[in-house]
């Protein structure tokens, strides 16, 4: 009877020692201080955790992860929007769908070592849980809504400016954007002239090419990029420029 007692009075939803000293070095690696640090477990807790301490009242994650993928989904479009003046709707959301999509959220979540972190089922972890792509995407939009929830969204964009930008800004999903469309566009708009590409050297053995393009308006070099296909060369010569020329505009 004793020991019904005191598992009565066991307080509600409490992690372990152990999980609040992890969650504690992960704010510290992360660099934030969360208010209510209920949010932060609960970001944590896969729903296979929950129904195997049904009796301490755990929150899963689930309603977590919607919010967080609204919040990151607002954060990437409105950067991309601020980043790319000369992108049209359809480039920005092909572009946006490649940063959000599940593949670059296991990454984000990789590069952060969350899977360590998450709390999970017995049954779950034995199946490799703590490394499946689904679970971990879903763990990092569930820490962006906590996040959002627990402080707003300014420590939202200066997480994402940590994490996720700066991919973007070194090219990490230029596979989905078209350099030489958002160039020729930057040009019309200040009516200066015809673009040309010129293949200027090749390297390598036949089965493995390299290009080097470039590309130059009317007399002037604007950039110079290579690649293992012409397009990829191309491709690569027009970001080069479009940062060239954005450069000299801020100037």
């Given at each position: 009877?004793?020991m019904?007692?005191?598992?009565?009075?066991?307080k509600?939803?409490?992690?372990?020692?152990?999980?609040?000293?992890?969650?504690e070095?992960?704010?510290?690696?992360?660099?934030?201080?969360f208010?209510?640090p209920?949010?932060?477990?609960?970001?944590?807790t896969?729903s296979?955790?929950?129904?195997?301490?049904?009796?301490?009242?755990?929150?899963?994650?689930?309603?977590?992860?919607?919010?967080?993928?609204?919040?990151?989904?607002?954060?990437?479009?409105?950067?991309?929007?601020?980043?790319?003046?000369?992108m049209?709707e359809?480039?920005?959301?092909?572009?946006r769908?490649?940063?959000?999509c599940?593949?670059?959220?296991?990454?984000?979540?990789?590069?952060?070592?969350?899977?360590?972190?998450?709390l999970?089922?017995?049954?779950?972890?034995?199946?490799?849980?703590?490394?499946?792509?689904?679970?971990?995407?879903?763990?990092?939009?569930?820490?962006?809504?906590a996040?959002?929830l627990?402080?707003?969204?300014?420590?939202?964009?200066?997480?994402?400016?940590?994490?996720l930008?700066?991919?973007?800004?070194?090219?990490?999903?230029s596979?989905?954007?078209?350099?030489?469309?958002?160039?020729?566009?930057?040009i019309?708009?200040?009516?200066?002239g015809?673009?040309?590409?010129?293949?200027i050297?090749?390297?390598?053995?036949?089965?493995?090419?390299?290009?080097?393009?470039?590309?130059?308006?009317?007399?002037?070099?604007?950039?110079?990029?290579?690649?293992?296909?012409?397009?990829?060369a191309?491709?690569?010569?027009a970001?080069?420029?479009?940062?060239?020329?954005?450069?000299?505009?801020?100037?």
């Amino acid at each position: 009877m004793a020991m019904n007692r005191k598992a009565n009075h066991q307080k509600p939803g409490v992690i372990k020692e152990s999980a609040k000293a992890a969650f504690e070095q992960l704010q510290k690696e992360l660099n934030v201080s969360f208010n209510k640090p209920a949010l932060l477990y609960q970001a944590f807790t896969h729903s296979s955790y929950v129904n195997e301490h049904r009796r301490k009242q755990f929150t899963d994650n689930e309603r977590l992860e919607f919010l967080g993928d609204a919040v990151l989904e607002l954060s990437v479009s409105h950067y991309l929007y601020m980043k790319y003046p000369e992108m049209s709707e359809g480039e920005l959301t092909k572009l946006r769908a490649a940063i959000v999509c599940e593949p670059s959220l296991v990454l984000f979540a990789n590069e952060l070592q969350f899977g360590k972190y998450i709390l999970l089922g017995k049954g779950e972890e034995l199946t490799g849980g703590r490394t499946r792509p689904a679970l971990l995407a879903d763990v990092f939009e569930s820490y962006i809504g906590a996040l959002y929830l627990d402080q707003g969204m300014d420590p939202v964009v200066a997480f994402l400016e940590k994490i996720l930008f700066p991919k973007v800004e070194i090219g990490a999903f230029s596979h989905v954007m078209d350099y030489k469309s958002q160039l020729q566009e930057l040009i019309q708009q200040k009516n200066n002239g015809a673009l040309s590409y010129e293949i200027i050297d090749e390297t390598g053995p036949a089965h493995s090419r390299v290009f080097v393009t470039r590309v130059s308006l009317a007399d002037q070099e604007l950039g110079v990029g290579n690649g293992r296909s012409k397009k990829e060369a191309e491709q690569q010569a027009a970001q080069l420029a479009i940062r060239k020329l954005q450069e000299a505009a801020e100037d």
